[in-house]
């Protein structure tokens, strides 16, 4: 997991841990971020994943709550995923 600080986003990579539906079926999506996960923008975000090895077969970029688009253009949110985000920040070490 990694984080944009530009934009908010989270990232999520799918693994034999951490399937894909992990951020899709909760109605609320709760992120504990280590400060060290916190990326300047979604390129730095990007090419850490794409460092990994084995490269992640999938990546989810949340940035806040589901939003959906009916057919007469009315905003609907939690549709395909949480209504719901919360991230909190969190130091790695205990400061000396």
């Known amino acids: 997991m990694a984080a944009s600080a530009t934009t908010g986003t989270l990232a999520l990579a799918a693994s034999a841990r951490t399937p894909r539906s992990t951020s899709l079926v909760p109605p609320t999506h709760i992120a ?3 400060h060290s996960r916190v990326l300047r923008n979604l390129t730095e975000v990007i090419e ?3 460092a990994l090895h084995p490269t992640p077969s999938n990546m989810q970029l949340i940035t806040g709550p589901s939003r959906s688009g009916d057919i ?3 905003l609907v949110r939690g549709v395909h995923g949480p209504g719901t ?7 790695d070490s205990e400061p000396d």
């Open 32 to 34: 504990l971020v280590p």
């Open 72 to 74: 007469e253009m009315k």
């Open 48 to 50: 850490a994943f794409a």
């Open 85 to 91: 985000v919360h991230v909190a920040l969190f130091p």
